[in-house]
């Protein structure tokens, strides 16, 4: 049997970034290197480097998140990016968004144990859940799909003129271009790439910015959401 990997004391960056929810921080890395390791959420090979490849990597999103909005956390999975933003940034509400009840067991007991008050855990997929949860001003995502695909999922949540933040790697740039066509029909006005974590990780994340404009998911997400609210309507008379 492997001898589980041990997770490496906190580095001093960490301090910094979480602030007063640096305990937290703490609480929240041991979890996702205890459970989340037995439970399947993290692979074991990751325990060694979660703070510098997830805990902070994640954290420093909130570099480019504004202030006081609402944020979805698309197929959130152990909570990244969703619960490191929500120990920087108790100014936000965050959803986060996850289709496997393993996960979803997991989010909420981390949210509950950290007090977490302005997240939310709803299961469901992102294409499941249009129309039916409030729109949110920002969509965030790591590692859950290509980006043209991810796009599909994330950007018919948004409010309009809101903005999806992909944390991606190496291939950011190669995805942006891919995806062109597809962010254009789902009603993205502009787009860019972004690295944040200056002092704090090396490399810097990079972050993939997708802004839309009045239509947050094009045409056929428009005719979709009418149709719903037509069918509620007819409900409600009933």
Not at 22 to 41: C, F, N, S
Not at 77 to 98: H, S
Not at 168 to 185: F, I, N, Q, R, Y
Request: some cysteine.
């Amino acid at each position: 049997m492997t001898e589980a990997a041990e997770l490496p004391p906190a580095p001093e960056q960490a301090r910094e970034v979480f602030g007063d929810r640096y305990a937290d921080a703490v609480r929240y890395a041991e979890l996702l290197a205890e459970a989340g390791v037995q439970r399947g959420l993290i692979g074991p090979r990751e325990v060694p480097r979660l703070w510098e490849r997830h805990m902070l990597n994640c954290a420093v999103l909130s570099e480019v998140v504004p202030e006081g909005v609402t944020v979805c956390d698309v197929g959130s999975g152990a909570g990244l990016p969703g619960i490191p933003l929500a120990l920087v940034r108790e100014d936000l509400k965050i959803t986060l968004l996850e289709p496997l009840l393993r996960r979803t067991n997991f989010l909420t007991e981390v949210v509950e144990l950290l007090g977490l008050d302005h997240v939310t855990v709803v299961r469901g997929r992102a294409e499941e859940v249009m129309g039916k949860v409030p729109p949110v001003h920002v969509v965030t995502a790591r590692a859950v799909a290509p980006l043209d695909r991810l796009a599909t999922w994330g950007i018919p949540l948004l409010r309009p003129y809101g903005e999806m933040l992909a944390l991606k790697g190496d291939t950011a740039e190669e995805e942006l271009k891919s995806a062109a066509t597809a962010l254009s029909k789902l009603g993205a006005v502009e787009t860019s790439i972004l690295h944040v974590g200056e002092g704090v990780v090396d490399p810097l994340s990079t972050v993939v910015r997708v802004e839309v404009g009045e239509s947050p998911g094009g045409v056929r997400f428009a005719a979709k959401k009418a149709k719903a609210a037509r069918t509620g309507r007819t409900r409600r008379r009933r």
